[in-house]
């Protein structure tokens, strides 16, 4: 059985095999045709909304042995793909080419994004965050640095931190009552009606 990945990661090295028993087609005469790695060229097409790959499989005796770098596989777009198997075989006016699979595969996020993604905050947070700590007095050298309408926090006065952590605290809270709208939940606004 063909082992094509139902899931990509980016920057994974990726690898799979076909036998050529697995690689057949048709012929005129309604006999199934297999198409060795000795004479045909398997390649994997890979198209969706995100944009389009390819992946050429090489002989692995008869068989097709397909692979892809990590550093290739790290610039494929994150999204679902349909995929067609193509074999071929000559060039020019006897060029062959037949279908003998599809599919369909995802590319996730790779270890790298995946953990640098661990961190969910919204920027407002993570802004807000950082001016805290530098107020507290318990900033990393990361929130130091942090840099806002070109000035990093470390050098900010402290009444300039005060009036930005009001500021970011004001976005945080709004984006906070649209996660719970969103929701479904209450917005934790106070509604008031007059009678």
């Known amino acids: 059985m063909p082992q094509e990945p139902s899931v990509i990661y980016r920057g994974v090295t990726l690898g799979w095999k076909r036998a050529a028993a697995e690689t057949t087609y048709i012929d005129a005469g309604g006999n199934t045709v297999e198409c060795p790695a000795s ?38 777009p994150v999204g679902e793909y349909a995929w067609v198997a193509v074999v071929e075989k000559g060039s020019g006016e006897s060029l062959q080419r037949r279908i003998v699979d599809t ?15 661990l961190d969910k905050r919204s920027h407002a947070k993570k802004v807000l965050d950082a001016i805290e700590a530098v107020i507290l007095g318990r900033a990393t050298n990361d929130q130091l640095a942090y840099t806002i309408n070109g000035r990093s926090l470390q050098k900010t006065p402290l009444p300039d931190l005060l ?31 007059r009678f």
């Open 103 to 117: 599919g369909t595969s995802e590319v996730k996020e790779g270890p790298a994004e995946y953990i640098a993604g």
């Open 163 to 193: 009036r930005l952590r009001s500021q970011y605290q004001a976005e945080y809270q709004r984006e906070l009552r649209a996660e719970r709208i969103r929701k479904g939940l209450d917005g934790g606004g106070n509604v008031y009606v």
């Open 39 to 76: 004479e045909w060229t398997l390649k994997y097409k890979f198209a969706g909304p995100a944009g389009a790959f390819e992946i050429t499989a090489v002989a692995d005796g008869a068989d097709y042995s397909a692979s892809a770098t990590a550093a290739a596989t790290a610039l494929y």
